[in-house]
């Protein structure tokens, strides 16, 4: 069981930043894949970027230069450092997390949070 809950959501004007912050909590071990999505309103729901328990990155394209992921493994935190908000990047953000190990076996099921809303004004 892995629960997921994000924070650091809100209105910003385009040019601002945000910072997200994901909170997993459960009867893991380990989580060695965590990540952010979006969801913006008439699209599907997006990868923007993911990291590993190494610290492995990848980003979406169109935020790539402009967000930075990060994690704290000890504190079974991860973060979204977003910088230079477009209005394009208005959308729920949810935390996501998979390959999780809970001691005895690995479990590639994805575990979401309920989402962050991030409106961004022109």
């Known amino acids: 069981q892995v629960q997921l809950v994000e924070s650091g959501g809100g209105l910003v004007q385009a040019g601002g930043s945000l910072r997200l912050s994901c909170a997993a909590s459960g009867s893991f071990l380990r989580i060695n894949s965590m990540a952010w999505y979006r969801q913006a309103p008439g699209k599907q729901r997006e990868l923007v970027a993911d990291i590993t328990s190494g610290g492995s990155t990848n980003y979406a394209e169109a935020v790539k230069g402009r967000f930075t992921i990060s994690r704290d493994n000890a504190k079974n935190m991860v973060y979204l450092q977003m910088n230079s908000l477009k209005p394009e990047d208005t959308a729920v953000y949810y935390c996501?997390?998979?390959?999780?190990?809970?001691?005895?076996?690995?479990?590639?099921?994805?575990?979401w949070g309920p989402g962050t809303q991030v409106t961004v004004s022109s």
């Open positions: 996501n997390a998979k390959d999780v190990f809970y001691g005895s076996r690995w479990s590639s099921h994805n575990y």
